[in-house]
């Protein structure tokens, strides 16, 4: 059974630090690609951060310079790094696991791409 377990999340200033880790269990972890997603109330889950097992990332737009993803493919696990945090970032923020088929070289930046979810941690940021 796949699990995905995010930690890390809390009540923050403006400006202040987070950093989020999820691990993995019942996968071969450096055969997916990970992705970091979040969701504000009222809104829909959007793409935050994907690292492939090899290393490449993709970001967002709205935390590239503040936010990074890394993985450690020894312990399982993926990290999401927040930076000069903001009010916006204010989420649930999910992690998720996508198969990297053979051949193919492309970061999984959409919900639907995704095979496993965890269950979120949340990310509160004070103005």
């Known amino acids: 059974q796949v699990q995905l377990v995010e930690s890390g999340g809390g009540l923050v200033q403006t400006g202040g630090s987070l950093r989020l880790s999820c691990a993995a269990s019942?996968?071969?972890?450096?055969?997916?690609?990970m992705g970091w997603f979040r969701q504000a109330p009222g809104k829909e889950r959007e793409f935050v951060l994907a690292i492939r097992s090899g290393g490449s990332t993709a970001y967002a737009d709205s935390v590239e310079g503040r936010f990074t993803i890394s993985r450690v493919n020894a312990k399982n696990t993926v990290y999401l790094q927040m930076n000069s945090l903001k009010p916006e970032d204010t989420a649930v923020y999910y992690c998720?696991?996508?198969?990297?088929?053979?051949?193919?070289?492309?970061?999984?930046?959409?919900?639907?791409?995704?095979?496993?979810w965890g269950q979120g941690t949340q990310v509160t940021v004070s103005s």
């Open positions: 019942g996968l071969t972890f450096s055969n997916y690609a």
């Open positions: 998720a696991a996508a198969l990297e088929y053979s051949g193919s070289y492309y970061l999984p930046v959409r919900r639907l791409q995704y095979d496993y």
